[in-house]
């Protein structure tokens, strides 16, 4: 394998999705890393926390040297066939510490030890990380942003993906963003929600160019939090508001959180325990807004939920679903939506089903 420098050109890195080797601890790495990175650490966590310790009480050369005690013999060996393995799968990549230092340096003179020479990232996660707050702060401060609105279950969704420019918080953060949005796998950390974030407003800036489309959401997506500043920006930026028939909405709203989901936990865990622990997500979900629904009103649509899933788990009929799909909508969330828009009326640039939103918004693309 041909030498490589070390780098520093971190908008190369993410621009081109190249792949990153982490070599810090997993307890580092489970707080926040990027979209590209694997975690093959030079320390697991008692280990590192061992060498910190000894750091903070003895100085440096002491807690190298435990290090060197503690990842020897058949641990390192591991720990180097690891990298290797990355190294085989992605000849193209960097790996990184927090720094840049000591832990990168070990690690790549362990594999240049071995036969390979790997390049590692200047600065380490302190540096692309800083470069990536930077870079959001940015592309949020000079960015032209429009907000894809509609009220719940319009396949909002569905149609950002069809935009000319389009970033999708909700994608990100791996919730759809309502009390019935949680996916089967977990949401990210915030730091993780950040960089991904980050990552993908470079990319539809450096990539595509012309306005960001981004869907209408609260501060929360899930447990993510938006940026602040982001929240600011998408608050006074215009809107294409998507409409859809009750009917269709209802269509997607059971594809989406009843067949989709279903089918998920039980790809996941099994055909009962998913089974049962989709019928648990779909009650725990409308339990969550109890005290917005009403305890009279609340108490009537779990009685509807309730004989939808029975009669699901028994006859294989998704039908049942729609009376509470229904009723949710139209007392719940399009009173709420409705209101809220009312607010924005001087915002909305178009206003119609999904194939005049995107003729609309191709439309209005420089060529």
Known sequence: MASRPDTDDYLSLFLNDVPLMDVRAPVEFAKGSFPCADNAPLMNDEERHRVGICYKEKGQDRAIE??????????????????????????????????????????????????????????????????????????????????????????????????PNPVDLEGLANHRG???????????????????????MLKAHHQVGGPIYLEDESRLVGRCALPETLRDRMAAAPLLVLEQPLEQRIRIIRADYVEGMCADYVRRDGEQAGWDNFRDYLLSALDRIRKRLGGERHRQLRVLMEQALDRQAHQNDLGGHDAWIQALLQDYYDPMYDYQLS???????????????????????PA
């Open 343 to 365: 607010q924005k009326q001087g915002r909305i640039l178009v206003r119609g089903g999904p194939e005049q939103i995107v003729e609309w918004a191709n439309q209005g693309q």
């Open 66 to 163: 435990l290090g060197h005690q503690l990842v020897s013999g058949d641990i390192k060996a591991q720990r180097i066939e690891a990298w290797k393995r990355f190294v085989v799968q992605h000849p193209d990549g960097y790996l990184f510490c927090f720094r840049g230092g000591l832990r990168s340096r070990l690690t790549q003179q362990w594999i240049s030890e071995a036969g390979i020479d790997y390049p590692l990232i200047k600065g380490g996660y302190k540096a692309l990380r800083r470069f990536l707050i930077d870079s959001l702060e940015e592309r949020i401060a000079q960015g032209e942003f429009r907000i894809l609105s509609g009220r719940t279950g319009t396949g909002k969704t569905r149609v950002l993906h069809r935009l």
């Open 178 to 200: 309502s009390s019935f949005g949680r996916q089967v796998s977990p949401q990210p950390s915030q730091i993780d929600f950040e960089n991904r974030l980050a990552v993908a």
